[in-house]
T-cell receptor, first 117, second 113 residues
């Protein structure tokens, strides 16, 4: 059973703390993504990566950074957490390539709910 | 840019009722359209998709038809079950190379026995 695993389902952190959210996929996907999910706003893309050591900004990268040292692992980093970063964070992955027969169809992890006090 | 608009929830229905969740989009070119579902405590799963105008995607009793003339991709099911309670997201993939998925705001469905 292929999957995307997010290491922490629930985290509570304090303002100013450094936060790491880890994501691992076992499908040999090239692409990996970090989204945040907020009520009424749907999913907004924070960062994505097409390959190891590559990263691209999404729609809302401010306050976040990412790391992709290995193909299967994509980490989201909050250098100094703030209360407006309280949210559900979703990791996803997909094969590279065009078209929708298989490529660009995302497989999601279960999510990490972060609360910043 | 691309955008997706969904009806706001929650949508509350009794078991065996007919379901419609509206989705309209704005995009250049010829996007592909998707519905994802998120069950409680889980990540999103692809429910169905359509890649060109007049295509009908279907899965688990759900259907959606790609209507280019009305730029819509409404989700329907003839008889909902309690187990269909979830959040449903409409999404599009632009036809330009390298485009990312654009998601709607999500619609929560609650089905009561």
């Amino acid at each position: 059973d292929v999957k995307v695993t997010q290491s922490s389902r629930y985290l509570v952190k304090r303002t100013g703390e450094k936060v790491f959210l880890e994501c691992v996929q076992d499908m040999d996907h090239e692409n990996m993504f970090w989204y945040r999910q907020d009520p009424g706003l749907g999913l907004r893309l924070i960062y994505f990566s097409y390959d190891v050591k590559m990263k691209e900004k999404g729609d809302i990268p401010e306050g976040y950074s990412v790391s992709r040292e290995k193909k299967e692992r994509f980490s989201l980093i909050l250098e100094s957490a703030s209360t407006n970063q309280t949210s559900m964070y979703l990791c996803a992955s997909s094969f590279r390539g065009q078209g929708v027969s298989g490529a660009n169809v995302l497989t999601f992890g279960a999510g990490s709910r972060l609360t910043v006090l | 840019g691309n955008s997706v608009t969904q009806m706001e929830g929650p949508v509350t229905l009794s078991e065996e009722a007919f379901l419609t969740i509206n989705c309209t989009y704005t995009a250049t070119g010829y996007p592909s359209l998707f519905w994802y579902v998120q069950y409680p405590g889980e990540g999103l799963q692809l429910l169905l998709k359509a890649t060109k105008a007049d295509d009908k995607g279907s899965n688990k009793g759900f259907e959606a038809t790609y209507r280019k003339e009305t730029t819509s991709f409404h989700l329907e099911k003839g008889s909902v079950q309690v187990s269909d309670s979830a959040v449903y997201f409409c999404a599009l993939l632009g036809s330009n190379a390298g485009n990312m998925l654009t998601f709607g705001g999500g619609t929560r469905l609650m089905v009561k026995p």
